[in-house]
């Protein structure tokens, strides 16, 4: 069975960091391009930052490029999301998302594998 379990949301004031984390199972992790993608309230899916699978190299929506930092530990077949300087607008419930390239789809549905998401909330 496929699972990938997101974790790490939470409220947080802005300016403040988290660090979400995918743990994945049923599913050759070191194989796929892994994404993160968030759903704010009221808004369509915004794909945010991928990693791909055999030569390292990491890709960022422009929104969130030099606070969010995407890793993946291929031994442990989990990704990470290090979000720092966080601002209100980055309130969403994210999602991992494993893909068999780098397609940045806008619909869950379009990913291979996805998660049930973890909320982050940044307000004051």
């Known amino acids: 069975e496929v699972q990938l379990v997101e974790s790490g949301g939470d409220w947080v004031q802005p300016g403040g960091s988290l660090r979400l984390s995918c743990a994945t199972s049923g599913f050759t992790f070191s194989k796929y391009y892994m994404n993160w993608v968030r759903q704010a309230p009221g808004k369509g899916l915004e794909w945010v930052s991928g990693s791909s699978a055999i030569v390292w190299g990491a890709d960022y929506a422009d929104s969130v490029k030099g606070r969010f930092t995407i890793s993946r530990d291929n031994f442990k077949n989990t990704l990470y999301l290090q979000m720092n300087s966080l601002k209100p607008d980055d309130t969403a419930v994210y999602y991992c998302?494993?893909?068999?390239?780098?397609?940045?789809?806008?619909?869950?549905?379009?990913?291979?594998?996805w998660g049930q998401g973890t909320q982050v909330t940044v307000s004051s």
């Open positions: 998302a494993a893909s068999s390239g780098q397609i940045k789809a806008t619909q869950i549905s379009d990913y291979t594998y």
